[in-house]
């Protein structure tokens, strides 16, 4: 099972470019998530799916907008890229809101 | 919105020594879910519980919510067990229908 899936792995963007991250899941979960992970930050929230159809901002929403394009597929827009953005991004899921959550690998993206 | 905080943020020990990583939140919970994320980035969870103790090989976790509070222990610690491991509690009360708080990690390094 590939579980869920990130690409690309490595990512790097100059400033006010844009780019969409993929993430799809294959164990037919309901919840989705889109997460950034900084030095010292710790996981932060961007944006979550409850379930397909639905999409919520999280704890740090701006500059990014999300898609749930299935219930496979969640994906994550930068429209303008800021170097504040350069980030490790990963994407999660889960059967239901309250249960475990399964990562991808991540993305590294750079911001210049 | 839930705080969490994580103790110590880096240990240093000794291959065979009994390790423990504490876990304390702000905010009424269903579930804490323990995570571990080693070098290169993949996030594994490792544990979810909402009452008493789990225990998986040498890991034990547990949690006294009266106390807002849980312990993460490895016994007999060895260097693969070296990684960062991570806290996490639903944002809210809700039971994590909005996401997680993540604490910042604690890093740990096993020598032999």
């Known amino acids: 099972n590939a579980g869920v899936t990130q690409t690309p792995k490595f990512q790097v963007l100059k400033t006010g470019q844009s780019m969409t991250l993929q993430c799809a899941q294959d164990?037919?979960?309901?919840?989705m998530y889109w997460y950034r992970q900084d030095p010292g930050m710790g996981l932060r929230l961007i944006y979550y799916?409850?379930?397909?159809?639905?999409?919520d901002k999280g704890e740090v929403p701006n500059g990014y907008n999300v898609s749930r394009l299935n219930k496979r597929e969640f994906s994550l827009r930068l429209e303008s890229a800021a170097p504040s953005q350069t980030s490790v991004y990963f994407c999660?899921?889960?059967?239901?809101?309250?249960?475990?959550?399964?990562f991808g690998d991540g993305t590294r993206l750079s911001i210049l | 919105k839930n705080e969490v905080e994580q103790s110590p943020q880096n240990l240093t020990a000794q291959e065979g020594e009994f390790i423990t990583i504490n876990c304390s939140y702000s905010?009424?919970?269903?579930?804490l879910h323990w995570l571990q994320q080693h070098p290169g980035g993949g996030i594994v969870s490792l544990f979810m519980?909402?009452?008493g103790k789990k225990k998986h090989g040498r890991l034990i976790a547990t949690i006294n919510i009266q106390e807002k509070h849980s312990s993460l222990h490895i016994t007999a610690s060895h260097p693969r067990d070296s990684a960062v491991y991570i806290c996490?509690?639903?944002?809210?009360?809700?039971?994590?229908?909005?996401?997680?708080?993540f604490g910042k990690g604690t890093h740990l390094i096993i020598q032999p």
């Open positions: 799916s409850a379930s397909e159809g639905t999409t």
């Open positions: 164990m037919n979960h309901n919840s």
């Open positions: 905010v009424g919970i269903s579930a």
């Open positions: 519980l909402s009452s």
């Open positions: 999660a899921s889960n059967v239901m809101p309250e249960g475990s959550q399964h």
């Open positions: 996490a509690v639903p944002t809210t009360s809700g039971g994590g229908a909005d996401g997680l708080t």
